[in-house]
């Protein structure tokens, strides 16, 4: 190892031992399950704003999309548009009348007028899945990263890193619990906006912060030519590409507010106009970082060969950095390779911890308390479950993670974001906004968009049929499309209506006005509720 990788190499984990000094920290404080499971609800309107900030700009907004802007370029940038868009779904239809009608998960609101064990299970096996599906996005990008930091391109490498990646995330979850999770999360949005922006200046420089200049040497030097600047490069050579297009948009527009792991955002805040604050903080936040993506992606495509970076793109970002940083084997470009590289990783176990603490708390809350225990488990019994399963979900997620290296980090998120949208939206939409929803009509809506979004990406060209699938060797795809949203959200949808309206539930109903008024008003919503 040179002199430059050891400096690289040892200003990445200084990184990774500031988040781990902040977890031990915040684990002294973290005393019961209100702690545990929503930092104490102390966390201001801008504190939780850092903190969705840091939990959605994941690896994959800052290394998938790069590199998706880089290989693709304007039909990669449509991802930035997605992502971005989504948030004001989040914010109009679900952060205020979450917050109101929620404790701790998702089928918080969702079991407090319906039948609680089908429901609870039925949104813990959702959150679970999607959370999986998001958790491979990051390992994929961790293997990557240390790999370039450590100039070994090496499967075995990548795979070490994913195990430690998936150590460190449970360790994060089963020490930190929320506020630990919450605090790195914080840190990490603080860095990854100041490297990102860091890299965007050095990069307008090159072309002396003329953006036209900018944009047409990413044309000339992508082989594209005009065609790199203009829609249908990858979404736009057949008819099934573009409906594969609309299918990604519609899962990365409504999948945000269906996703777990920032839904449980909304009840880290004291009130409901605080987790109103924290979507608008969160919402400049990530708007200006995805203005950052486009300077990048295009920088990376102006001033790098695509054989500097992997095949995937996910590269592009760190190589960019050293690029501009004084270039290859120079010191200061191994400085910035080092800082990007090391914001990188903390971007990704920030988000990992906060995938893992969701789904094992939903295994606890949700599955094992009131399904197994039938409510009678102590907060003590439960989160020391919640420890067992984050152990349980990190190996799974490592094990599915090593055979899925080949494939961009932002696609794969947006296949996370299509179970989110098909499984999770309706439900939560349904419930809040339609008096004769019940509980067959959840556990239908759950359930179906969860099998249809999953079998449909099962028999997808992503898992088999093309070089780039997960089973490349075979070919079962007879589902033409990469993105299943366009299908299975109004699947979801459909399965809840004919669930709820081939089996009333007066109770339900009954219960409907309650839910609304907290919903509407947060009255009552620091209470206990009644299941």
Do not use: C
Request: charged share 10%.
């Amino acid at each position: 190892m040179d002199g430059n990788q050891i400096l690289t190499s040892g200003l990445f984990l200084l990184v990774v031992l500031l988040t781990i000094l902040v977890t031990l920290r915040a684990s002294r404080q973290t005393s019961g399950a209100d702690d545990y499971y929503a930092g104490g609800r102390g966390f201001s309107g801008l504190q939780n704003g850092l903190a969705i900030g840091g939990d959605y700009m994941s690896a994959a907004s800052f290394l998938g999309i790069t590199g998706a802007i880089a290989l693709y370029g304007y039909d990669g940038f449509l991802y930035s548009v997605g992502f971005l868009v989504a948030w004001l779904v989040a914010l109009l239809l679900v952060a205020e009348v979450l917050r109101n009608s929620g404790k701790y998960t998702m089928a918080d609101q969702l079991a407090f007028r319906m039948s609680k064990r089908p429901v609870r299970t039925a949104a813990a096996t959702s959150t679970v899945v999607v959370s999986i599906f998001y958790l491979l996005a990051q390992m994929v990008g961790a293997g990557a990263l240390v790999s370039l930091l450590l100039g070994i391109d090496s499967g075995l490498v990548k795979n070490l890193t994913i195990f430690v990646v998936g150590a460190l995330m449970i360790f994060y979850v089963t020490v930190g619990g929320m506020k630990g999770t919450t605090y790195v999360q914080m840190i990490k949005a603080v860095l990854l906006m100041s490297g990102s922006a860091l890299v965007v200046v050095l990069v307008l420089i090159q072309f002396n912060f003329n953006i036209a200049d900018l944009l047409g040497s990413a044309a000339d030097n992508s082989g594209a030519g005009q065609a790199f600047l203009e829609p249908g490069l990858k979404y736009g050579s057949s008819t099934t590409s573009k409906i594969d297009f609309i299918s990604l948009g519609l899962a990365l527009v409504l999948g945000t507010a269906g996703l777990p792991h920032i839904l449980i955002r909304f009840y880290t805040t004291p009130t409901s106009q605080a987790a109103r604050k924290s979507v608008l903080w969160a919402i400049g936040l990530i708007g200006t970082f995805y203005l950052f993506t486009l300077v990048l992606g295009f920088g990376a495509a102006a001033l790098l060969s695509k054989s500097d970076y992997d095949v995937a793109g996910n590269l592009a970002a760190p190589k960019l950095a050293e690029e501009v940083g004084g270039g290859i084997g120079s010191t200061s470009g191994a400085v910035m390779l080092a800082l990007i590289a090391a914001v990188a990783f903390a971007t990704i176990l920030a988000v990992v911890a906060g995938l893992t603490l969701t789904s094992s708390m939903s295994v606890a809350h949700d599955v094992w308390n009131p399904v197994f225990r039938n409510g009678e488990a102590t907060e003590k019994e439960e989160m020391k479950v919640s420890r067992i399963a984050a152990g349980g979900i990190g190996l799974v997620a490592i094990l599915l993670a090593i055979p899925a290296q080949s494939l961009n980090i932002a696609f794969l998120v947006a296949l996370a974001f299509a179970v989110a949208a098909s499984a999770n939206l309706p439900a939560i939409l349904m419930n809040l906004f339609w008096r004769r929803f019940n509980t067959r009509g959840a556990v239908w809506s759950i359930y179906g968009g969860l099998l249809s979004s999953v079998g449909l990406v099962f028999f997808s060209p992503v898992m088999s049929g093309s070089e780039t699938a997960l089973l490349s060797s075979v070919d079962f795809a007879w589902f033409p499309l990469q993105n299943p949203g366009i299908v299975s959200i109004p699947l979801g949808f459909l399965f809840g209506v004919i669930g709820t309206l081939t089996k009333p539930e007066p109770s339900a109903e009954e219960r409907y006005t309650e839910l609304e008024v907290r919903a509407l008003t947060g009255a009552g919503a620091e209470g206990e509720f009644r299941h």
